[in-house]
C-alpha cells in the first residue's frame, strides 16, 4: 500500500519531500517502493534510533522477570529479524535462523547502533535493487504461504511495532519515556 503525500504530512508534520523519482547513475528510475513508501518506513526505523539514543549501556541489562529476555537481547533480536527481511528481498525465501554472535552485541548501545545503522543500508539497498516487475510479479516465500516483497516490507513494519510494543514494557519499567513517530531529534 503507498502512503498519499497528506500521510507523510501527518506523520512527519511537514510538506513532502520532492519528487524521488530520478535517474540513478546508471540510468535507471528508483522504484516505486523507494520513491513512494520508503520515505515514511524510515520513519518507524527511526523509533529504533530514538530508542538507542535515550538508553545507557546498563539499561540493555534489564529484565522485567528472570523469564524474559533482557533489553539488549531484546535489542539484537530484532536486528536479527531485520537480517532475515534483508536477505527475504535479495533471495525471495524468508528465513529466521541467523543469529549475531558477536560478542557484547547485546550489552552495547553503540555496537547495537552501528549495527542497525549497517542494517538499514543493507534493506534499503536490497529494496532498491528490486525492480517493478519484482514488486508486481514475484513472491516471497515465507515457508506455509508467499508474499510479494511490498506486502513482506509491511510485515517487517509490523515486526518493528511488536519490538517497540515490548520495548516500551522495558521503558516504562526504567522510568524512561518512549520514543513517537513524528518527534524529531
Known amino acids: 500500500m503507498l502512503y498519499p503525500i497528506s500521510h507523510y504530512r501527518m506523520v512527519h508534520n511537514r510538506e513532502a519531500p520532492p519528487d524521488r523519482t530520478r535517474l540513478y547513475g546508471n540510468g535507471e528510475t528508483m522504484n516505486s517502493i523507494i520513491t513512494h513508501y520508503y520515505p515514511i518506513f524510515e520513519t518507524y526505523q527511526g523509533l529504533r534510533d530514538q530508542l538507542m539514543e535515550i538508553l545507557g549501556d546498563e539499561d540493555l541489562g534489564y529484565r522485567p522477570t528472570a523469564q524474559n529476555p533482557s533489553l539488549g537481547e531484546l535489542c539484537r533480536e530484532i536486528g536479527e529479524v531485520e537480517q532475515a527481511y534483508i536477505e527475504s528481498f535479495r533471495?525471495?525465501?524468508l528465513d529466521f535462523s541467523y543469529r549475531n554472535q558477536q560478542p557484547g552485541m547485546a550489552s552495547s548501545v553503540a555496537l547495537l547502533s552501528a549495527w542497525y545503522a549497517a542494517l538499514d543500508r543493507e534493506l534499503r539497498t536490497a529494496i532498491e535493487s528490486l525492480s517493478e516487475d519484482d514488486f508486481s510479479k514475484r513472491q516471497i516465500d515465507r515457508g506455509h504461504f508467499s508474499l510479494p516483497p511490498q506486502i513482506?516490507?509491511?510485515?517487517?513494519?509490523?515486526?518493528?511495532h511488536i519490538f517497540y510494543g515490548k520495548a516500551s514494557v522495558y521503558?516504562?519499567?526504567?522510568?524512561?519515556t518512549a520514543p513517537s513517530v513524528g518527534k524529531t531529534s
Open 91 to 93: 533471495t525471495f525465501r
Open 152 to 160: 513482506q516490507l509491511e510485515v517487517y513494519k509490523e515486526a518493528l
Open 171 to 176: 521503558l516504562r519499567a526504567l522510568g524512561k
